[in-house]
Structure formats: C-alpha cells, structure tokens
C-alpha cells in the first residue's frame, strides 16, 4: 500500500515528478502535481483584500479569512436576526427573505440554495429516496423528499385540518375544571386514560382560592389580587391559579414524565399530545410504551453526557455546556417576573410575553399575532399558502455589508446582568 511505502519506494515508482529546481516532490496522480506546481509561482492565485497575505490554494485563503473575523459577527438589515457564521446569515436571508445570492447554487425541486457546489451535491443525494413518493391529496409522485415536502406546502390546510379533526374524535373532553378530585393521594395514579396525572397534596388546593363579588352584573366574580372579572367562578380561580401562585405551585403532575404543571386542562392537553397510536419501543432495551412523554424521558437513562451536579442528561456535548452555563453558573437570561432562565434571548422573549401578553410576533398579511415564531409560521402555510413571495438576487457583496464589530461594552453589561 502507498502509506507504507518508504520516501526512496515512492520516488522510485511515482509517476509524476516535480521539474522545478531543488524540489523532491513526487506523486502518483497528475492533478497532484498542477497543484503543487501552483506553489512555486511568484503570482499566488488568492488574495486577501484586508492585508498582504497570498496563497495558491484555497482552503488556506479561507482559514486565514476566519482571522479577519474575529469580534465582528453578522446582523440582519430586516429583522434583529444576529449570528457570527456567514453561513448562517445566508441561510437566514434565503429562508426568511426570500434573498439568494447570485452566486449560489439552487437546487431545481425546492427551495435549498448554497454558495458551495458539493453541497447542493450532497443535499440531492440525501433527498433521493429509493421508492417512490406520493401525495396522499393528488396525484402528485416524485423520488426526491425535497420536492415532496415542497408539494406538502400546498395541503397545508387540508393536512391541518385533518389532524385537528382527528384528535378531536380520539380525544375525549376534559371534565369541568370545578370538579377536582382531592381524595387521590399523590403517589396514586388514576385508573383512567384520559386522566393520567398525580395531584401533589402540599400545593395549594382549588378550594380554597377566594373569590371576590364584582359591582358587575355580567361579569359577577372577580380576583382577590387585581381586576380579573368574569361570568363564571371557576374561571377566576383558573386565573388565580395560572398568575398569582408562584412558579413552584404546580399540582398537577404527569404520571409517565417529570411535567407537572398548575391547571388541569394543562395537563390533559399534555396528556393527549403524548399520547401514540402504535408501540414506542426502545432501541437500546426491551422498553416499550405508548406515551411520547415516557418514552422521552426512558432514552435520558442511555444518553452519554451527564452533569456533574445534578441529574439532567443529554445526547451532546454543547447542550451539556448549556446547562451547566445557564443553571450552574448563573450566566442564563432571568425572566424579569418569575424565576424562568433561558439560554437564548428568543425563548425569555416568549416567555416574559406570558406575562406581559406582547405578540411580538406579527402577520405580514393579516392582522394575527403571535408570541412564538413556530405558530406564525403555520399561520401562514396554512392561511397564506397561496401568496407566492419573489425571490431577489443580491450581489454576494451583501454578506461583506453586513459585518458589524461586537462592542466590547455590551458583553460586559449583559454579564452584570446575568450575575445580578
């Protein structure tokens, strides 16, 4: 084999040798050589327009290009959009902007486009599939999942309503939220399916939440603690218990998983989400289960990386060192109402919109809003399916624009922040 032939073997049986003056090098492909011929000429290929560095091969250009962009990252001029790969910018222009670049290279069944060619290679090949696809709403067929899920966006609707209808046949109604039963202990687990879900006895009890009367004939029943009123007095402790308890308080708790959560249609609602039509099985194990929630919770015991200081677990390393940064560390985002943490400022947004009741998230056709961008998203596949954005080209000159230096002084102050 080539790797264990010794330098003098190599010299002797290569092919292909270099003519320049005092260089040994010698290979058995031709390509090889051109390439390494573009080392001794005096004019390098690849320039770097910020200094004097030159270079004849490529991959060098751009690892020294990573040098010049070091405490800069890339800023979005449409929306507060913020990454430091250049990568990531184009995609996020591509995917929520509808603007590509007019050197990328874009895949003719969906909507995928790259600046680099084997990538777009790769992504046709990964999308082939060795049968054949067809719509279950047309007679639409084709081999590529790319193209299939592309094909998808137009039965949105269909495919929407399809699956409300059917969790709603599936799905038995949750009872009265007045009527809790407070006999069942809390290592008790109830003999119904529909009722999957322990009652913590130290938390505080639907009974005794106090309801005030209001000067207001329609709306007779209002909150102890601000001016909530409403027509009904099992709707006013349902308030109370959702904002004025605390974040601890959270009595109901689910039998398969670690969520609990403070009312009662919370909980049926995680019940009949988790609920599957066929056996989950285990793939390390013998364990089977019809619960998502279980099973989730069952492939923690075989993840690799585990924390040090408590008992969560996770498939990869980077999540392990968030969670050691956000809950061991104190360097998570704080919710300025609760005592919620998050690790990246788009989640504290959505949750801090619980309590101030923000949508910052808003329609471009319509006057819906949203506090998560995932339903914004489904709001216009499934209402808006039909409006067809066009695509603008932009010069690759754009990317280079959007470079903005990371001050110094905004890491500080979010680290006091972190800390307070």
Known sequence: MRHQLTAEEKRAIAKYKCDFENCEYVTFYRWNLNAHKRKHKLEKQHKCPKCD????????????????????????????????????????????????????NKCDLCDFSTKIRWRLNT???????KSVIKCDYCDFETMYMCESKKHRQRHFGEIYRNKSLQTEQETPKAPPHTEIDHEIPYQ??????????????????????????SDD?????????????????????????????????RPYKCCNCDFSTKTKDQIALHNKRSK???????????????????????????????????????????????????????????????????????SLLCHEAIHTGNKPFKCSYCKYMSVRRSLLDIHVKRYHSEIKTDVT??????????????????????MSEHLQ
């Open 53 to 104: 560095y030159q270079t004849a091969y490529r991959h060098n250009f751009i690892k020294h290009g990573k040098i010049h962009n070091e405490g800069v990252y890339f800023k979005c001029d449409k929306c507060p959009f913020v990454t430091k790969f250049e990568g990531h910018i184009s995609r996020h222009l591509a995917k929520i902007h509808n603007e590509i670049s007019e050197g990328a």
């Open 123 to 129: 992504h046709k090949q990964r999308s082939l599939q």
């Open 188 to 213: 008790e687990e109830h003999e119904s399916s529909k009722d999957q879900y322990l009652i913590d006895p130290n938390c505080l009890d639907w009974n005794s939440i106090q309801v005030l009367e």
């Open 217 to 249: 004939k329609e709306r007779p029943f209002m909150c102890l603690m601000c001016n909530y009123t409403s027509k009904f007095k099992a709707a006013v402790q349902r308030h109370f218990q959702r904002h004025h308890t605390g974040s601890q308080n």
């Open 276 to 346: 599957s039509d066929r056996v989950l099985t285990c793939a390390a194990c013998d364990f089977a289960t019809y619960f998502k929630c279980q099973h989730a919770m069952h492939q923690k015991c075989h993840y690799t990386f585990k924390c040090s200081m408590c008992t969560y677990s996770c498939k990869q390393k980077y999540d392990l060192q968030k969670h050691y940064s956000v809950m061991h560390m104190g360097k998570g985002l704080k919710c300025s109402y609760c005592d919620y943490k998050a690790a990246r400022k788009e």
């Open 393 to 414: 080209i932009v010069s690759d000159d754009k990317i280079e624009s959007l470079k903005v230096p990371l001050p110094m002084l905004l890491d500080t102050i979010k």
